[in-house]
C-alpha cells in the first residue's frame, strides 16, 4: 500500500527566503507525481506535475524534482512572497488513484 | 470555463443524524471522485465513478456511506448515520484525460461538523 510522507508538517519563513518543501513515497510503482496549492476554504489547485519519466518540472518560482529510485520528491519555492502561505500536497498517482500526503502547511512572514 | 461545483459549503449536524452533499463536475469530465480530509491530514479516496459507475470505492464505508452519480454528470455523497469522526472537509474532484496525462480539477469542498 502507497504511503507518502511529507516533512516539515508546518513551516514559518519570512519574507524572501528560499525554501524546500519534502515528501516521500513507499512504493516507486507511479505513474506521475503531482504539487497541489490548498487555501484555506478552498479547494485544490494543481502546481507541478511530473511524469514518471521526468526528473523536474519548473513554473515560475517554483521547481519541483523527483527522484524515483528513492522515493522523494522536493518542491523548490524561490524568493517566497506573503501570498505564497497555504497548505501544499503532493500527491502520487497509480492510473487514475492519487494518494496524497499530509502536506506542509507554510507561513511567510512580510 | 466552470470549475467543479459543490452544495452546501458548510454543514453542522448532530451525530445519528442525516446528511447529503451534492457535486456537479467540469463539463465533459467522464471522471468524478470525492474524496475526505480530516483536519491536518491530505484527502483520502472514498469512491471514483467512471460516467455513472463506480471504478473504485474500496476505501467507502458502505455501512453508513454512499454515493451515486445519476445520468453520469451530477453526483451525491451521503453520510446515514452520521459518528463525530465524520467530521471533516468532503472534496470533490472531476478529470479529463489529455496527452496521456490524467488531471483532476477539485471543487472547493463541503465542511462538515458533526457534534
Known amino acids: 500500500k502507497q504511503e507518502v510522507t511529507q516533512i516539515p508538517a508546518a513551516l514559518s519563513v519570512p519574507e524572501g527566503e528560499n525554501l524546500v518543501l519534502n515528501c516521500s513515497f513507499t512504493?516507486?510503482?507511479?505513474?506521475?507525481l503531482q504539487w497541489f496549492r490548498q487555501d484555506p476554504g478552498k479547494g485544490l489547485t494543481s502546481l507541478l506535475l511530473i511524469q514518471s519519466s521526468q526528473r523536474e518540472q519548473t513554473s515560475g518560482r517554483l521547481n519541483a524534482s523527483l527522484d524515483k529510485s528513492s522515493g522523494r520528491s522536493t518542491l523548490y519555492i524561490a524568493a517566497s512572497q506573503p501570498g505564497d502561505s497555504a497548505t501544499y500536497l503532493c500527491?502520487?498517482?497509480?492510473?487514475?488513484?492519487?494518494?496524497f500526503g499530509g502536506g506542509t502547511r507554510l507561513m511567510v512572514k512580510p | 470555463e466552470a470549475g467543479v461545483a459543490q452544495s452546501p459549503r458548510y454543514k453542522i449536524i448532530e451525530k445519528r443524524q442525516s446528511v447529503a452533499f451534492w457535486c456537479n463536475p467540469i463539463s465533459g469530465h467522464a471522471t468524478l471522485y470525492w474524496y475526505q480530509q480530516i483536519l491536518g491530514q491530505g484527502p483520502k479516496l472514498l469512491i471514483q465513478?467512471?460516467?455513472?459507475?463506480?471504478?473504485?470505492d474500496s476505501q467507502l464505508p458502505k455501512d453508513r456511506f454512499s454515493a451515486e452519480r445519476l445520468k453520469g454528470v451530477d453526483s451525491t455523497l451521503k453520510i446515514q448515520p452520521a459518528k463525530l469522526e465524520d467530521s471533516a472537509v468532503y472534496l470533490c474532484?472531476?478529470?479529463?484525460?489529455?496527452?496521456?496525462?490524467?488531471?483532476?480539477?477539485f471543487g472547493p469542498g463541503t465542511r462538515l461538523l458533526v457534534l
Open positions: 512504493d516507486s510503482a507511479i505513474y506521475n
Open positions: 465513478f467512471q460516467n455513472n459507475g463506480v471504478v473504485d
Open positions: 474532484a472531476s478529470s479529463l484525460r489529455l496527452a496521456g496525462v490524467e488531471t483532476q480539477y
Open positions: 500527491a502520487v498517482s497509480a492510473g487514475n488513484m492519487l494518494t
